[in-house]
């Protein structure tokens, strides 16, 4: 079973530029999750969707961050303008579904630098 | 609101000796635990999970780990540390009253086994 993918892995970019990341999920699952983890933090939930729509985006800077997920399936993160505290590794991870039982699957990440 | 703390930035530990790493959290309704477990540039694997039962939970790669309700912990155990367990750790929670199914990570820990 193919896991969660994510791409690019790795973006170097300038403050208020613009970068944006994807995510495949596990087929078949209906949650996709986007997290942000600071280096020596751990995981902060940016946005949650259950299929297309959208169930938990308290913590997404709506700024300057947007994510979508228009067919269900994957998902794209975008920041714009970043800023330099915007430095992370985004993670994207999916679960089979709205359920409070189920663990998530986390892809490898895609580590963002802001200079 | 359901929050996680795992008060060890770092453990050392022996190789062969005992593992702990602990973690306690705050929800409104039941809790639903996990650990996760990361490596360097890796995303995050899951170990194992408490969602009712026994308090002792078994899990991947020989970890196990404890519910107590009355103490609100949810401690990482292995009884014979590796090497190759240095990695980064993860507890996280759930509240079965809130909405969604938001998973709440804590800190992180990092553990070192020498040999």
């Known amino acids: 079973e193919a896991g969660v993918a994510q791409s690019p892995r790795y973006k170097i970019i300038e403050k208020r530029q613009s970068v944006a990341f994807w995510c495949n999920p596990i087929?078949?699952?209906?949650?996709l999750y986007w997290y942000q983890q600071i280096l020596g933090q751990g995981p902060k939930l940016l946005i949650q969707f259950q299929n297309n729509g959208v169930v938990d985006d308290s913590q997404l800077p709506k700024d300057r961050f947007s994510a979508e997920r228009l067919k269900g399936v994957d998902s794209t993160l975008k920041i714009q303008p970043a800023k330099l505290e915007d430095s992370a590794v985004y993670l994207c991870?999916?679960?089979?579904?709205?359920?409070?039982?189920?663990?998530?699957?986390f892809g490898e990440g895609s580590r963002l630098t802001v200079l | 609101a359901q929050s996680v703390a795992q008060p060890e930035d770092q453990v050392n530990v022996a190789e062969g000796n005992p593992l702990t790493v602990k973690c306690t959290y705050s929800?409104?309704?039941?809790?639903?635990l996990f650990w996760y477990v990361q490596y360097p540039n890796r995303g995050l694997q899951f170990l194992l999970k408490y969602i009712t039962g026994d308090n002792l939970v078994k899990g991947s790669y020989g970890f196990e780990a404890e519910f107590n309700k009355s103490q609100t912990s949810f401690h990482l155990k292995k009884p014979s540390a590796l090497v190759s367990d240095s990695a980064l750790y993860f507890c996280?929670?759930?509240?079965?009253?809130?909405?969604?199914?938001?998973?709440?990570f804590g800190g992180g820990t990092r553990v070192l086994v020498k040999p």
């Open positions: 929800v409104s309704g039941n809790p639903y």
């Open positions: 087929s078949g699952h209906a949650t």
């Open positions: 991870a999916s679960s089979l579904a709205q359920g409070h039982t189920g663990e998530l699957f």
């Open positions: 996280a929670v759930r509240d079965t009253q809130a909405a969604g199914n938001k998973l709440t």
